[in-house]
């Protein structure tokens, strides 16, 4: 078994994207499969293989392929699980991507095709299509535009989904070349890929692009790896690091408005209550001295009656009818 390993982001740049011809013919066969049209013609715009590993959010192990008709597809093996969201990270590459076009003093109807592909060993995406294309629509399902003038693509190959114990025979061109991918280390000792490399041309085309990372070559491409995504989790953990901090403080914050909060409302209900109680106690203030008035009256209405005073002429005097004097002195 060799250490040769096309799902290594290294290896799989310099098996599709060295400057050679024989590089270029596996590639062009790579993107006719998955991109399911004839490509005769396309230029690796970025084969040199990165010596920087401190440019940790830029594409560094990406294959930046231009076509005849200027259609770019950004094409990456993702094998590390990383923490940095998948979803927004590629989405941010194909914003990128077909941002970068000079649209000076043309008209946005010469925008070119953009085309982020990615090859991952891990599901995305809850169903049992292995190439998935996204493109901009609406929640409803609509599309932005049509179909033939959309020019943004995001295109997601999920390895996990090919059924690697499926026969050789029943299997199609883009499940042959995962299947080579994921286990194209072991050489002639799987009997498919031995098939698949005695019988199919395209596979064959890989297989010598394979063969020609010598062991020597193989171990400095696998400590650059190791440099780089060494140096790529010391970054995400950093970022993890500010993250958590970033939201323990939020967090702190948010504690602390909940407590201000949670004061105000405590204030509020203590306000509340005094000034139920002192409604109430003016209310009870207002029934005494209407008790007190009423007592008062009653007093000089009988007071007026035993010193002579008719009815009419107390009626007159307290502003009462003579029916409610009546029942103030028999009460």
Known sequence: MRSANLLNDFAFKYVF??????????????????????VNHVVVKNSEMVKDYSKMKNSRLDLLVEFDDQTTVDLEMQLRQTKDHLPNRFNYYLARLHGSQDMEGKSYSQLKETIVMIFFNLILVDDDEICSTFTMRKWSGIPFVKESEDCMKLITVEMPKVDLNKPLEDMNEQEKMIYYFLNCHKGLDDSKIKVMIESDGMIQML????????????????EDFQKLHENEERIELQLELEEAQRQM??????????????????????????????????????????????????????????DGFTLEQI???CSLNVDEIELLIKS
């Open 17 to 38: 994207g060295e400057d050679c011809k024989e590089a270029n013919d596996a590639l062009k066969s790579l993107l006719t499969v998955f991109l399911e049209r004839k």
């Open 207 to 222: 297989e010598k692009r394979v063969e020609t990372i010598s062991d020597d070559r193989w171990k400095k491409i696998i």
């Open 249 to 306: 403080k939020e967090a702190r914050k948010d504690k602390e408005e909940a407590r201000k909060d949670k004061e105000e409302a405590r204030k509020d209900k203590e306000e509340a209550r005094k000034e139920k109680e002192e409604a109430h106690k003016e209310k009870e203030e207002a029934r005494k001295a209407i008790l007190e008035a009423d007592k008062k009256v009653k007093q000089m209405v009988c007071k007026m009656y035993e």
């Open 315 to 317: 009626s007159v005097y």
